[in-house]
């Protein structure tokens, strides 16, 4: 068994709102390039590879089948996993655990620009019996999930508005993002609801990208410029929304501690330097927050409305700007988040970085209607 | 079966309290669930995986789908085996759902969206079509008839009569095999298998565990899996070279050096009559071009001497895509503990080998399943 596995390559395309000059299976190739470039490697030297996708996201049902080429993947070991990037990730690692592989690649993408009827696609997600009548947009259940959430935190709609102010300004400095913006709180606030109490500016935009990984077991040897996965989880709460805890995130608590216990975080406030989590709705960042360090409904609230959560804060989240900032490619976007955090821990985050960065924690969220969600903790094993 | 009138969450709860039952476990016993269920176009629901959770166990627990088409079923015990081995887990409950009934006129329309959207789909192919297109291949290479592949439809359907969940089983001769409507040529309607909604599951346990709760376990001895070329129009379709691929990884695994001799009963993927014995030769169970004649000799009989798909396979069982190859996975459970009843092969194997097939033809996985003793 391999106890150590860490991330010895990265390659991201940079985030596009729309990519109408290249393929989706031409922008995994530049990022397979740039990953394998990064890790100096090349495919042959590859045990196993796992994609990340959704057949209602690419428009093709199997879409397992259009994955090997681009990756040099033609006749190896490959599999998709139909769910969060980070959920690939985790696939990976286990395969490297169990010794099915020395070296293993995970790549996500997002083509989202492709699709013209997000909503229509979204809500095909719900129960068909019981939820899909009511022919509701989803992005109603996350305006529905934010309105219990301020009301529990005793928060104030200024505090979401924030996030998106935070996220927009810092992806201004990250040359991956699509939307980096100066803008201010009052413009947010004053921006036309989407649904009741969720603002269309609190919504991550869509965004067009391929993020590749290369991952390594490290026992006994030292890798330039590696990461280790020091912990990884992941877990599904209820898929039901009449069953469901709306103000918090219960599935990215369980996630977290999975990965606290694997890591051996016992006090994640103190031992975490810096936080790329989801931010697909800006009021999740806060429920994230809250989920992560174990803390009470609003408490992330209060975090941030005091600024402790910018770049030179004591918990700083999103400093890549997150989904918001950057662009939102559906469940790639776990494995953008993670980019972001192995370059903050390579200390190669230039005008993002983070001093001291020497631990991270990545969370991640399917999207509405799921409960279901990841957390890795990266950093020195 | 053809249609269920039980929703997907539910052929997943009903699948995996069985197996929990046959383990004498609860829900709680259980750390992580695999879900294997193909596509989300036939459910009708989007993220089905997340439909599905809470009726395969996964709620609030670690749960993970794959997805790698036909392949899948078998695939699924590949993933649940990572989950364990890796050391995280040491109970895994692993289930396969499949409902294709909600299409409508007929499931078969929905798999034009697995064609590339810009070079095959304006064709309007279908799996009738490509699969026609390597049987006639196969045949054309080795000089094989189509009398010879009816012999498959008439073995499988005959082993199924034996199982509680067959949905085609029955006697028929390779008359009645060539008389039945030419689907795409030189494929016969009853050499195919059906569209079915059902599920399948499994119980996963380390090895001091598992040894705690079963005094016969079953163990995963080697894994293997491979994925060709979405240019399947490239390739010589006389050969699955994936599935040749994934057995050896698998085999390797195993230590299983002579297949042949050390294999005792196999499960390939059998959707087609052809692919059973395409298969069998990518498993390097037959010489190429010579699985038709082994078989023609009752090499492949429940009663012969490398016994396949004495389940009754996919065209005499049926084929809820995932399920189908879990299905398999089950069947060699119970050959191998001498649980099969009426199916089960004379001398009590020690070790079997399970394959299924998916993508566009491209996509080979393979277990290895022994006992000790």
Redesign the interface.
């Known amino acids: 068994?391999n106890?150590h596995v860490a991330i010895v390559g990265v390659g991201l395309t940079p985030l596009r709102p729309v990519s109408p000059d290249l393929s989706y299976r031409e922008m995994i190739f530049e990022a397979a390039t740039k990953a394998y470039a990064d890790a100096g490697i090349g495919p042959p030297e590859v045990d196993v590879f796992v994609t990340v996708a959704?057949?209602?996201h690419e428009?093709?049902?199997?879409a397992?089948?259009?994955?090997?080429?681009q990756l040099g993947?033609?006749?190896?070991?490959?599999?998709?996993?139909?769910?969060d990037g980070l959920?690939g990730l985790?696939?990976a690692?286990?395969?490297v655990?169990?010794?099915?592989a020395e070296l293993a690649v995970v790549e996500a993408h997002s083509k989202a620009s492709n699709i013209t009827t997000h909503e229509q696609?979204?809500a095909?997600?719900l129960?068909?019996?019981y939820e899909r009548p009511r022919r509701i947009n989803p992005h109603a259940i996350a305006a529905l999930e934010m309105r219990r959430y301020l009301y529990d935190a005793g928060a104030s709609p200024e505090v979401t508005a924030a996030v998106v102010v935070k996220n927009r300004r810092r992806a201004l400095d990250n040359p991956y993002a699509a939307y980096g913006a100066a803008l201010r709180t009052e413009e947010v606030l004053a921006d036309a609801y989407l649904a009741d109490p969720l603002r269309t500016l609190e919504v991550s935009p869509y965004a067009d990208g391929a993020v590749v990984l290369v991952l390594a077991a490290t026992d006994g040897a030292r890798r330039p410029r590696a990461v280790g996965i020091r912990g990884i989880?992941?877990?599904?709460?209820?898929?039901?929304l009449s069953g469901r805890s709306w103000a918090q995130a219960?599935y990215a608590r369980?996630?977290c501690d999975?990965a606290y216990a694997?890591a051996g975080v016992l006090a994640p406030a103190d031992e975490i330097d810096l936080f790329e989590l989801d931010d697909t709705y800006a009021y999740k960042e806060l429920q994230h927050l809250e989920a992560a360090l174990h803390l009470e409904i609003g408490e992330g609230a209060r975090l941030a409305a005091a600024g402790r959560t910018g770049r030179s804060g004591k918990y700083p989240v999103n400093p890549s700007g997150g989904s918001l900032g950057m662009g939102y490619g559906y469940d790639a976007s776990a494995l953008v988040r993670t980019a972001m955090a192995v370059q903050q821990l390579r200390g190669e985050a230039g005008a993002l970085q983070v001093s001291r960065a020497r631990t991270a924690l990545v969370v991640s969220w399917?999207g509405v209607?799921?409960?279901?969600g990841g957390a890795v903790v990266l950093g020195a094993a | 079966m053809r249609r269920a009138l039980e929703t997907g969450k539910e052929l997943s709860y009903y699948a995996a309290s069985a197996a929990l039952e046959s383990a004498d476990l609860r829900r709680r016993d259980v750390q992580a669930v695999v879900m294997a269920t193909a596509p989300d176009a036939f459910d009708g629901v989007h993220m089905k995986g997340d439909y599905l959770a809470d009726g395969a166990g996964g709620w609030r627990k670690p749960y993970l789908r794959a997805y790698v088409g036909g392949g899948s079923g078998v695939f699924s015990i590949i993933q649940g085996w990572s989950l364990v081995a890796s050391g995280f887990f040491d109970v895994v409950l692993v289930v396969a759902e499949e409902k294709m009934s909600p299409v409508r006129p007929h499931p078969q329309a929905a798999f034009i969206s697995i064609f590339d959207h810009t070079i095959e789909r304006p064709l309007g192919p279908n799996l009738l079509w490509i699969f026609a297109l390597e049987q006639h291949r196969y045949m054309h290479t080795y000089g094989i008839a189509n009398e010879e592949i009816a012999l498959a439809s008439v073995k499988n359907k005959r082993n199924a009569l034996a199982h509680p969940a067959a949905q085609i089983a029955g006697e028929v001769t390779v008359e009645q095999v060539l008389a039945s409507e030419v689907v795409a040529w030189p494929v016969h309607r009853l050499m195919v298998s059906p569209t079915s909604d059902g599920a399948a599951a499994i119980v996963l346990a380390a090895e001091d565990v598992a040894k705690r709760i079963s005094s016969r376990p079953v163990w995963v001895e080697g894994v293997g899996w491979s994925l060709d070329t979405s240019y399947w129009g490239n390739r010589d379709l006389a050969y699955p070279r994936y599935v040749e691929d994934a057995a050896r990884m698998a085999y390797g695994m195993a230590g299983i050096t002579e297949p042949r001799r050390q294999i005792d009963v196999a499960e390939p993927y059998d959707p087609f009559a052809y692919k059973e014995l395409h298969h069998l030769e990518g498993l390097l169970l037959a010489e190429r071009g010579q699985a038709p004649r082994d078989l023609a000799r009752g090499r492949f009989d429940r009663d012969g001497e490398l016994p396949s798909c004495p389940s009754g396979g996919l065209l005499g069982v049926g084929n809820p895509i995932a399920a189908a190859g879990l299905m398999k996975i089950c069947e060699l459970f119970w050959q191998l503990r001498g649980e099969a009843g009426a199916r089960q092969i004379a001398r009590t194997p020690r070790r079997g080998v399970a394959q299924a097939w998916g993508d566009l033809m491209q996509v080979g996985t393979v277990v290895v399943l022994g006992v000790v003793g």
């Open positions: 068994m106890s959704e057949d209602l428009g093709t049902s199997i397992d089948e259009y994955t090997p080429d993947a033609v006749r190896r070991p490959v599999h998709t996993v139909a769910g959920q985790a696939a690692v286990m395969l655990r169990a010794g099915a696609v979204l095909l997600a129960d068909p019996a989880g992941w877990a599904t709460d209820e898929p039901a219960t369980l996630a999975m694997q399917r209607p799921t409960t279901s």
